[in-house]
T-cell receptor, first 119, second 110 residues
Framework: QVQLQESGPGLVKPSQTLSLTCTVSGDSISGGFYYWSWIRQPAGKGLEWIGRIHTSGTTIYNPSLESRVTISLDTPKNHFSLMLRSVTAADTAVYYCARDSLWGELDYWGQGTLATVSS | QSALTQPASVSGSPGQSITISCTGTSNDVGSHNFVSWYQQHPGKVPQLMIYEGTKRPSGVSNRFSASKSGNTASLTISGLQAEDEADYYC??????????FGGGTKLTVL
């Protein structure tokens, strides 16, 4: 059974960098078939796609966040990470990681982690 | 990149059928047949309900079906049940291999 689990600090100060990790079990992120994605959801609002990474290292980001986002892989540890720079209160949200396919099929999700931006 | 357009809310009585639309453009929904749909109960993780436009993952009820016409994808739930009350989101590939969600639709079972 594939499982994903987000981890990272729940509180980040404005202007600093939010860093989250998604640990994958039951599948290898270096397998080559899937993409590994980050999605976020502010309280009471809808889902927002942040970006994704393929085993090859190819990344694609939401154009509205691209200047502040980096997604990376750590294949020995079988996890992938999200860095969001220069955060503001508008970045406060539940952040999810998920397994994705080429054409968009988010079949396994982490439980989500709340990241709050506040001084 | 704008969110795909979904109605904010829909409602139906138990046993009835409802349809949720997801309207995009020729650069996203209209350019392929791979829209997926997700169900999210309050406080829970989104769950994949439809993928590759019309396919259901194992374990998803056949009361859920989907279709597409032009730039609009649709999710239909037949034989509404109380447990179907949730938020629903569409998801589509868009320009330059980016992805976009719909704004979400709250389904109320009356």
């Amino acid at each position: 059974q594939v499982q994903l689990q987000e981890s990272g600090p729940g509180l980040v100060k404005p202007s600093q960098t939010l860093s989250l990790t998604c640990t994958v079990s039951g599948d290898s992120i270096s397998g080559g078939f899937y993409y590994w994605s980050w999605i976020r959801q502010p309280a009471g609002k809808g889902l927002e796609w942040i970006g994704r990474i393929h085993t090859s290292g190819t990344t694609i980001y939401n154009p509205s966040l691209e200047s502040r986002v980096t997604i990376s892989l750590d294949t020995p540890k079988n996890h992938f990470s999200l860095m969001l720079r220069s955060v503001t209160a508008a970045d406060t949200a539940v952040y999810y990681c998920a397994r994705d396919s080429l054409w968009g099929e988010l079949d396994y999700w982490g439980q989500g982690t709340l990241a709050t931006v506040s001084s | 990149q704008s969110a795909l357009t979904q109605p904010a809310s829909v409602s139906g009585s138990p046993g009835q059928s409802i349809t949720i639309s997801c309207t995009g453009t020729s650069n996203d929904v209209g350019s392929h047949n791979f829209v997926s749909w997700y169900q999210q109960h309050p406080g829970k993780v989104p769950q994949l309900m439809i993928y590759e436009g019309t396919k259901r993952p194992s374990g998803v009820s056949n009361r859920f079906s989907a279709s597409k016409s032009g730039n609009t994808a649709s999710l239909t739930i037949s034989g509404l049940q109380a447990e179907d009350e949730a938020d629903y989101y569409c998801y589509s590939c868009a320009t330059n291999y980016t992805f976009v969600f719909g704004g979400g639709t709250k389904l109320t079972v009356l």
